[in-house]
Every structure is written in C-alpha cells, then in structure tokens.
C-alpha cells in the first residue's frame, strides 16, 4: 500500500513537472517571438526580416514541432500520432522554409552594403543549421511514408530521428543565442532585458532535451 501511494505520488510530480515545462515552453516560444518582432519590426529593411524569420522558425515553429509530442503539453494531446507526426512535419517544413528565407535577407542585405558572408560564428552556425533543418525535414518523409525506406524499422527510424532532430534543435537554439550577441540586438536593449531574453532559448533548450531524453533515450537504455 505504501509502494503503492509512492508510485502514485511520483507519477504526479512527474506529471505536474512536465506540464509547468511544456507550457513555459508553448510560453517561452510566443513571448520570445513577439519581442524580436517588435525589436526588429520586420518590413522596414531588408534585415529586418533575418531576425524576424529566424526567431519564427527556431524559436517558434521548431519548439511547437517538438511539443506535439509532449506527453504533458502536446496542443494536440487526444489526436492519434500518426496526425501528429503530420502537423509535426507541416512544422518543421514551415520552419525550414522561414530559415531559408531569412537566411536569404541577410545575405541579399549584407550583398546591398558591401559586407563579407559568414564572418561570425553567429552566421557561421546560423549557415549550418539552416542546411540541417532542410536535411532533417527531408530526412523524415520516411517516417510518413515509411514504404520509402526499405530495410529500416519504424521504430529505428523514430530513435534516430529523435537524436538528429534534438542536435538540429540545439543548434537552432545556439544560433539563435549567438545572434543575441550580435552589435544589433546589444544596441537595442539594456543589460537586464538582455539577459531575460538570452535565458529564453537555454530554458527551452533544456525543456526539449529532457522530453527527448524521456520518451527515447531513457527507454532505450531500461530495454538493453
């Protein structure tokens, strides 16, 4: 009886943990998009659009992609998986999409002024994340169509989809925190806002990581 109240007890903890985690995540995603939007107002320049789009595509379309398979803080929790995996791929299309455009302003716009390519590591990491999150996309069709990959389980194609999909985020995440450092956004907010906004893309790097650690990692390891 009293292993049985323990489990219940630890069971909502776990519960109660990863729902605050996901909608601080859900939270995180639109207060954080908003806030460069209204930095950058996106329309007045050529550059305007490279912060906007990339905050939109990292830092909104790819956590919300994530989270539809939260356990806790999926929007769509009570639909099957196989619709998940569908508006999780429309996602991560719209999300590619969005970087590929954005990284494409920032390239016509530093071309308008004269100014080297992929100088910084903000540009550089930037660079190899957007051709991974095309990748990544791509990759997934499988997991849709899955008479496309011949030879492979199902279920080895969703682990290491999972695994590239958590390095793609964190790159994205990384990208985007570099881009914080950049003499543009230090120019437009104080020292404390900053570092409110700096905390945003770590918090919910660390929140994804722990939902892809338990729902594949984790069970891998107790099924070997």
């Keep these: ?56 595509a990292f830092g909104f379309l790819m956590t919300e992609a994530i989270l539809l398979f939260s356990p806790h803080g999926s929007l769509i929790k009570r639909f099957p998986h196989k619709t998940k995996g569908r508006v999780h791929w429309i996602l991560q299309s719209l999300c590619g ?10 390239f016509y716009n530093k071309y308008l002024n004269g100014k080297a390519h992929f100088t910084s590591w903000h540009g550089l990491v930037g660079l190899i994340t957007v051709c ?37 985020f964190l ?3 990384t990208s985007l925190l570099l881009g914080l450092c950049s003499s543009w956004f230090t120019a437009s907010v104080g020292v ?5 906004a700096a905390i945003c893309p770590v918090l919910s790097a660390v929140i994804i990581m722990n939902q892809v650690s338990n729902a594949y ?3 891998k390891r107790l099924q070997s």
């Design 97 to 106: 999409c969005c970087a590929v455009l954005g990284l494409a302003a920032i």
């Design 1 to 56: 009886m009293i292993h049985n109240k323990e489990a219940e007890s630890e069971f909502w903890f776990y519960g109660f943990t990863g729902a605050v985690s996901a909608g601080l995540a859900h939270l995180i995603s639109v207060a954080f998009s908003v806030f460069i939007a209204f930095l950058s107002r996106p329309g007045t320049s050529w550059f305007s659009w490279h912060p906007f789009l990339m905050t939109v």
């Design 192 to 196: 404390y806002a900053w570092y409110l």
């Design 132 to 168: 991974v999150v095309c990748v990544q996309s791509l990759a997934a069709v499988p997991l849709i169509y899955h008479s496309l990959a011949k030879g492979w389980s199902l279920a080895k194609l969703k682990r290491y989809h999972a695994a590239s999909g958590l390095v793609t």
């Design 217 to 219: 990692i984790a069970k």
């Design 171 to 173: 790159l994205g995440s």
